[in-house]
């Protein structure tokens, strides 16, 4: 079989293997996805994202986990795959329209001679209802609900843009022990489809800094999608304003949960390198 062609690109440090099926072919992408984002032996990523020909938008973007499991959304992914249309022909920009599994995402691309340097996506409405998320705890919204993890006492707001998450404010976010405390919380036998956690300090009503366990990738740099969840998490227990930047360890995020009830995000998005990878398994 030919070698395949890839792209590496990130948002904010949360890397990606993309590969444009317009011209590639990939038969197994769970097992692609485990292979190209191990970092000892393949290339080195969060997950692998399919960026392919689209009924409903420009592109259709398929995202796949460093474990190979499936998500349905991922917001520092569908940065980059609107720079990677734009700069590789596959849209005119600057507005691109992209499909993913959570539906069509509206992007707007900001062009400096001929590169993206930041898009801003419409991520759409957040959804509370817990059955949609899924979680097994029956309320209309969990907001600030108690949950114990590894012994400690919490409160989690649940919120889904386009996959779920689990954000929890603290006070002392140096304390918290992200490798300990995340796995819990993605595996918590109230969340059957496994759960996105975000630990959150507010720094302030326009300022939060966030550290997240993404579920099927471990501790990533960003998560996009998981910002706007702390955004939305931040308005609705009335700790935060509902526009915002989030400080991630891989940079910021400009947020905002606009009057229309869809959540803005705006970021970088970086193309690091491409290369040939020796099959498309």
């Known amino acids: 079989m030919p070698a395949m062609k890839f792209t590496k690109m990130h948002g904010l440090g949360n890397d990606y293997v993309f590969v444009n099926c317009f ?24 997950g692998l994202i399919l960026i392919g020909p689209s009924e409903s938008g420009h592109v259709r973007m398929e995202i796949y986990n460093a474990d190979g499991s499936r998500a ?21 920009g600057p507005i691109v329209q992209i499909e993913t599994d959570a539906g069509v ?37 969990l907001v600030d609900h108690p949950i114990t993890i590894s012994g400690q006492r919490f409160e989690m707001t649940c919120v889904s843009v386009g996959n779920p998450h689990a954000v929890i404010f603290v006070e ?19 969340f059957p489809e496994r759960m996105n956690a975000h630990f959150v300090r507010v720094d302030g009503p326009d300022h939060v800094t966030v550290r997240t366990w993404e579920r099927g990738s471990g501790a990533t740099r960003a998560c996009g999608t998981g910002a706007c969840a702390v955004c939305v998490a931040g308005a609705i ?17 400009q947020l905002e949960w606009a009057d229309d009830d869809h959540v803005y995000m705006t970021g970088p998005a970086v193309e690091v390198f491409s290369g040939r990878w020796p099959s498309a398994s």
């Open 237 to 253: 227990t009335n700790r935060t304003n509902r526009s915002l930047t989030a400080a991630l360890p891989g940079g910021d995020l």
């Open 72 to 92: 349905q959304m991922c917001g520092n992914g569908i940065r980059c795959v609107a720079k990677y249309a734009v700069e590789h022909d596959l849209a005119a």
């Open 105 to 141: 995402r509206n992007t707007e691309c900001h062009i400096v001679d001929g590169r993206v340097e930041t898009v801003r996506v419409d991520m759409g409405k957040p959804i509370f209802d817990p059955a949609a998320l899924p979680c097994t705890i029956e309320a209309e919204k």
């Open 172 to 190: 002392h976010l140096h304390r918290i022990d992200l490798v300990e405390l995340g796995p819990h919380v993605e595996n918590a036998p109230v």
């Open 23 to 46: 011209e590639e072919q990939v038969a197994d992408a769970s097992s692609l996805a485990r292979a190209v984002s191990d970092r000892h032996e393949g290339v080195g990523s969060d």
